[in-house]
């Protein structure tokens, strides 16, 4: 008897090391990250800008909404429509919807990728005063956040991530006061749909691991560096997402260094939420108002938005969400 037990204490360990050897071997299995197309990215950002400004209460904002929701159903999401009446700081009632796609929808383990995808309906930064009621293209803006997360939804169909992943496209971002303005000028007044949401999300007790929200995601040769609010509330997701990024060789869009500090849906997200949320955003530190020069003006068009830059974001993103075990 003794033997034999001897011999079970021998074996067992051996047994225990084979399993430790096996979790360990699937521990460090990489699931393959789906090549993400930057051609296919563009034709959703220009998919969106033909409809025209998507200014809430507007033609175009309908029918690019019809659009976003069926795009996301063709590629396999399971699709939510939020709508909502939000009230804007000058009164005007928008009828706005947040668009939401998930990905593995039973999954617990989720990650959060947003963007807005309404148009700015004055373009009040825009050098010719006559401009300044002028409603924005919103190519960049906008549309490119979108284009890239349509993309993504994609790729997800065929070859699915661990994790779940909800894809929200938020409305009713760009409609607030800036100084220049009558009227109240708050915080408040941006980011209608995201506090909204935030604040009764599609999913009672809806939580995720992060979120990633991308704004003004396509210009050429833009910079995206460490928003202050980001590095505040989610440091270790900003590490995350740029240390991937550098070591794809897109280090000179993700600069690994402190940005400004933007109010943007993240933040709404963050506070209301308490998901842990960060913006990769354009940040110029030479220009006036912190943004790209197409910021808030009638330039903000197709010009604006370069294959190349789209490429960096999405494939940087991707590459984050496939890592997720
Ligand atoms: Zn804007």
New binding site residues.
């Given amino acids: 008897m003794k033997k034999i037990i001897i011999l079970l204490l021998t074996v067992l360990p051996l047994i225990a090391c084979n399993n430790v050897a096996k979790t360990q071997k699937a521990e460090v299995k990489t699931i393959p990250v789906p090549t993400f197309s930057a051609d296919s990215a563009y034709k959703f950002v220009k998919a969106q800008v033909d409809f025209g400004p998507r200014v809430p209460n507007t033609k175009a904002h309908d029918e690019c909404a019809e659009y976003l929701v069926s795009e996301l159903k063709r590629f396999g999401a399971e699709v939510t429509e939020q709508k909502a009446n939000l009230k804007a700081f000058d009164g005007t009632i928008l009828k706005s919807e947040n668009i939401i796609g998930s990905i593995n929808p039973s999954a617990e383990n989720r990650v959060l990728l947003f963007s807005?995808w309404d148009s700015?309906p004055w373009a009040d930064n825009d050098p010719d005063p006559k401009n300044h009621k002028t409603p924005?293209m919103?190519a960049n803006?906008?549309a490119s956040g979108v284009g890239i997360l349509l993309e993504m939804v994609r790729l997800m169909q065929t070859d699915k991530p661990t994790i779940g992943v909800d894809v929200i496209f938020f409305d009713s971002?760009?409609y607030g006061a800036t100084e220049n303005m009558k009227g109240q000028d708050t915080e408040d007044s941006w980011c209608l749909g995201t506090q909204y949401w935030a604040k009764s999300p599609h999913i009672p007790g809806y939580t995720a691991r992060y979120g990633i929200l991308l704004?003004?995601v396509g210009a050429p040769n833009a910079v995206f560096y460490r928003e202050q609010a980001s590095d505040y509330f989610a440091p270790s997701v900003v590490t995350k997402v740029w240390s991937q990024a550098n070591s794809l060789g897109f280090g000179k869009y993700f600069i690994d260094q402190p940005g400004g500090s933007i109010t943007d849906d993240h933040v709404f997200v963050n506070k209301i939420t308490g998901i842990p949320s960060i913006d990769i955003i354009h940040y110029d530190p030479n220009s006036n108002t912190g943004f790209g020069n197409y910021?808030?003006t009638t330039f903000d068009t197709m010009d604006n938005v370069d294959k190349n830059t789209l490429n960096a974001v999405g494939t940087t993103l991707m590459h984050v969400v496939y890592n997720e075990k």
């Fill in positions: 807005h700015r924005v919103a803006d906008g971002e760009d704004d003004m910021w808030h």
